[in-house]
């Protein structure tokens, strides 16, 4: 005999999967409040909630949640090596397309030298200053080097980055949207300097092309340094590099 209707509807509600909420908080004391585990990787959770998404490595977390989702440290670190060295290759792709599009630009423009403009006033001259006094635009670096650079000598890294205009590259370690709107990236810095953990924040005014990455995916973009702030280093006014 068929049961009814409603009873088959109640059996298959009662064997649904359920996702429920949780709290993670990080050996650091990062806390991640009202979030659901999205995806469950060798060497860390993606966490989905309302702000957005966002990475947690299994070294960042306690033992206790390391031992509940079944992190093996030996899988985990052949997973995260395999993730580095993926974007590590994609970086050198994209250097070499660089390197080619630069040169075919000098290449054009020595066959096609553009006319010589006329001689500013030296008042004028004065008010644009000089090309060694602007930011240099366009240098290639990566989150990893960026961070290390501010690191080991904030004041060094200050004179060299702070307020110049780069090419970056880099692994997401999350996607959200501030209180204040704004929408800002976090990039993973995987290894640790003077036994603490530091960051990468870019800030984005136009979010146009970010719907096509994820958590995890290799990500170019142009952006300003705006300089460190505790353990956080801020690139501002960023956008897709294609």
Avoid at 94 to 114: C, D, G, I, L, T
Avoid at 117 to 126: D, G, I, K, L
Avoid at 180 to 188: D, P, S, T
Wanted: net charge neutral.
């Amino acid at each position: 005999m068929i049961p009814p209707f409603s009873n088959v509807f109640i059996l298959v509600v009662c064997f649904a999967p359920v996702v429920l909420a949780d709290d993670f908080k990080t050996v650091e004391g990062k806390e991640y409040k009202n979030v659901t585990v999205s995806r469950v990787e060798p060497d860390g959770l993606v966490l989905s909630s309302k702000s957005g998404i966002s990475k947690v490595y299994f070294t960042e977390l306690p033992k206790e949640i390391q031992e509940r989702f079944h992190y093996d440290a030996a899988k985990g670190n052949t997973y995260s090596a395999e993730q580095t060295a993926n974007q590590e290759a994609l970086y050198k792709r994209r250097q070499e397309s660089e390197r080619q599009r630069v040169e075919e630009r000098e290449k054009y423009w020595s066959e096609h030298p553009a006319p010589q403009p006329q001689q500013e006033s030296s008042t004028v001259s004065a008010l644009r200053g000089s090309a060694l006094d602007r930011p240099a635009y366009g240098q290639s670096t990566t989150a990893e080097f960026l961070v290390s650079q501010y690191a080991t000598n904030q004041i060094n890294a200050d004179r060299l980055y702070t307020g110049r205009t780069l090419t970056m590259s880099g692994t997401i370690k999350s996607i959200d949207r501030s209180e204040r709107g704004e929408i800002a990236v976090e990039l993973l810095v995987p290894y640790r300097w003077g036994g603490k953990a530091w960051f990468t924040r870019c800030i984005f005014n136009d979010s146009r092309g970010l719907e096509q990455y994820q958590v995890g995916n290799p990500i170019p973009l142009i952006g300003t340094v705006a300089g460190l702030r505790g353990y956080t280093l801020t690139i501002k006014d960023c956008h897709l590099h294609q």
